[in-house]
């Protein structure tokens, strides 16, 4: 709370007023069930300061616009799984903590004047026309949100207030947090490492059965689903005549402009047609997918194991149950609808579908238990390579280990405190290692920024200790059944 404050004081009271108008897409969610015995429209008291119903469900509503722009399909979400993201209970307890504040500013003496309510307003661009504030353009941008002024200019009265509070609590880290912080990030160890390449593994046909048997859940048969469906093209339409590519035209010349001047039918005659038919194909389409849902309509059915459509469209048939139909999807030249008949994704694999994969899985398991067995007999008496100095920020390929490989290592070996030991990595294979040199030297890139998390740390540990600190001190009232 203090710690976004003091990060983007000049932009509080800015957001104040986006959230305010951004909230109107949000607006055609229902904040739920919600329920509060309330009292004189008030849904808690806190200290001396009322929390009204109508900032409850402003702030909702605010906190429903970043969700729905931050989560993809938010707006697909039912109302119960809306209400299961808690954000009504999230939206009243940012309330409170900010009631908190309001009584411990009350106390100080600190308060907002209504000619710097009147300042923070007119020197916001939204409201301005030619760089002047606009009375007028402001008036109509609030009643465009259905945003009265009192509450609008009160919620920047608010922020004000908040941003007055946040400016007494200083930002600045000690030399010696910002050393704790930063000492693991110089920490460098020397190493000296060796990598052992697995053994050549047999095995016999018992043994394949054996680990089959006890595995077999995991051996399953790609998903198959059988399909119905229909893919709907220009070729599907009757060719158009030429009063029906006129008639189009005219009802959508506005389309069909360049440089801001709507073209001769004539001159976009061949983009019309194309238009008029790809309209009647979506028409068609519609037509077949309520054949379809009602049964009227029976194309041939064929069973599929890999879904020959686009991501997005495969995704749609993957959560599809059986019986459902997709809904119309432009999918090539055309249009295309799916009935999904029936899907299978539970069968498994038998044991010779399965064998391959098997025998790889044996062999690995095999050579893992050799390696961790050989690493062990040499730890002790290995000389290796050096390979210089590791950081945790470490990036690049160890004794072509690969990247990834090389990155699980250097985790490892900072992981463990221990000056010696061995990971068995992918393909497998098993890395001895050995620190035998450490300093604090490693040079911290973007200490800047690592110094600002420092920062941020801190405000968020001093933000917990005030709340605490400031719920002792005014009594928190909820008005809710």
Do not use: C
Request: aromatic letters at 10%.
């Amino acid at each position: 709370m203090i710690s976004w404050m003091q990060k983007h004081k000049k932009y509080l009271v800015v957001t104040i007023w986006i959230s305010t108008i951004a909230f109107v897409a949000a607006g055609m969610i229902g904040w739920g069930q919600y329920s509060f015995s309330m009292a004189n429209g008030n849904v808690a008291k806190v200290g001396r300061v009322l929390i009204s119903e109508e900032e409850l469900d402003r702030e909702h509503r605010r906190l429903l616009d970043i969700y729905s722009q931050s989560i993809p399909n938010f707006k697909d979400l039912s109302e119960k799984e809306v209400k299961a993201l808690g954000l009504e209970h999230n939206a009243l307890t940012l309330l409170i903590n900010q009631a908190l504040l309001k009584n411990l500013a009350l106390d100080l003496g600190l308060g907002v004047s209504g000619s710097e309510v009147i300042a923070e307003i007119q020197k916001s661009t939204a409201f301005q026309n030619e760089g002047h504030f606009d009375e007028a353009l402001y008036k109509k941008i609030l009643q465009e949100n259905r945003y009265r002024p009192s509450a609008f200019e009160e919620g920047i009265k608010n922020a004000l207030l908040l941003q007055k509070i946040s400016a007494l609590f200083p930002q600045a880290i000690t030399p010696l947090e910002e050393e704790a912080f930063l000492w693991p990030l110089r920490l460098q160890d020397q190493v000296r490492i060796e990598v052992l390449e697995p053994k050549e593994v047999v095995v016999t046909q018992q043994a394949l059965r054996d680990y089959y048997n006890q595995h077999k859940n995991t051996y399953k048969k790609p998903p198959s689903y059988t399909l119905a469906a229909s893919h709907i093209t220009d070729t599907d339409i009757e060719p158009a005549k030429q009063e029906q590519l006129q008639a189009y035209y005219e009802k959508n010349k506005q389309v069909y402009t360049l440089q801001g001047k709507v073209q001769d039918f004539m001159q976009v005659k061949i983009k019309v047609s194309h238009d008029y038919l790809q309209e009647k194909a979506r028409d068609l389409a519609l037509q077949k997918y309520l054949a379809l849902k009602n049964n009227t309509f029976k194309p041939a059915t064929e069973v599929i194991t890999k879904l020959p459509y686009p991501a997005e469209i495969a995704t749609k048939i993957e959560t599809m149950h059986p019986g459902e139909v997709l809904k119309p999807q432009k999918y090539k030249d055309g249009w295309l609808v799916v009935k999904l008949v029936s899907k299978q994704t539970d069968q498994l694999q038998s044991f010779e579908e399965a064998k391959e994969e098997v025998r790889i899985a044996v062999v690995e398991q095999e050579q893992r238990k050799w390696l961790k067995q050989e690493a062990s007999k040499q730890l002790p008496h290995f000389k290796g390579d050096d390979i210089g100095f590791l950081s945790l920020d470490f990036k690049g390929n160890i004794h072509d280990l690969g990247e990834q490989s090389s990155k699980e290592l250097v985790g490892y070996i900072f992981k463990h405190p221990y000056k010696e030991g061995f990971v068995i990595l992918k393909g497998p294979k098993a890395v001895l290692y050995r620190v035998y040199s450490q300093d604090f030297k490693h040079p911290v890139p973007n200490s800047k920024d690592f110094k600002q998390v420092v920062s941020n740390l801190k405000a968020q540990s001093f933000d917990a200790m005030l709340v605490a600190m400031l719920k002792q001190r005014y009594q928190v009232h909820v008005y809710a059944k």
